[in-house]
Nanobody, 124 residues
Framework: QVQLVESGGGLVQTGGSLRLSCAAS????????MGWFRQAPGKERDFVAA????????YYADPVKGRFTISRDNAKNTVYLQMNSLKPEDTAVYYC?????????????????WGQGTQVTVSS
């Protein structure tokens, strides 16, 4: 029902910044909670951030609080993840995901739609 495509990943040095984008297909974007998850090699996929339909409310995982900012532009069917002060431990494949619920949830099983992922590598 919904297709998500991430972009913006790349290689940066410690302390650098990246802005990830996730473009959604169709006209249902504004009805979805949007979230970002990440998965490092050998680790589970972890919640990073999520944003409500209107963009009024956001929630962040503790490791990224104060450094990452999630936002959305419903007119463009796009959600963003601005990542500042990047650390080597931020290295992972970042996934965009969509949840049809009304409230933010952090478990990946609650998200019905996923992008293919984009690689973020932070060199030490």
């Amino acid at each position: 029902q919904v297709q998500l495509v991430e972009s913006g990943g790349g290689l940066v040095q410690t302390g650098g910044s990246l802005r990830l984008s996730c473009a959604a297909s169709g006209r249902t974007f504004s009805s979805l909670i949007m979230g970002w998850f990440r998965q490092a090699p050998g680790k589970e996929r972890d919640f990073v951030a999520a944003i409500t339909r209107s963009g009024s409310n956001t929630y962040y995982a503790d490791p990224v609080k104060g450094r990452f900012t999630i936002s959305r532009d419903n007119a463009k069917n796009t959600v963003y993840l601005q990542m500042n002060s990047l650390k080597p431990e931020d290295t992972a494949v970042y996934y965009c995901a969509a949840d049809g619920a009304l409230l933010i949830r952090t478990s990946q099983q609650n998200y019905d739609f996923w992008g293919q992922g984009t690689q973020v590598t932070v060199s030490s």
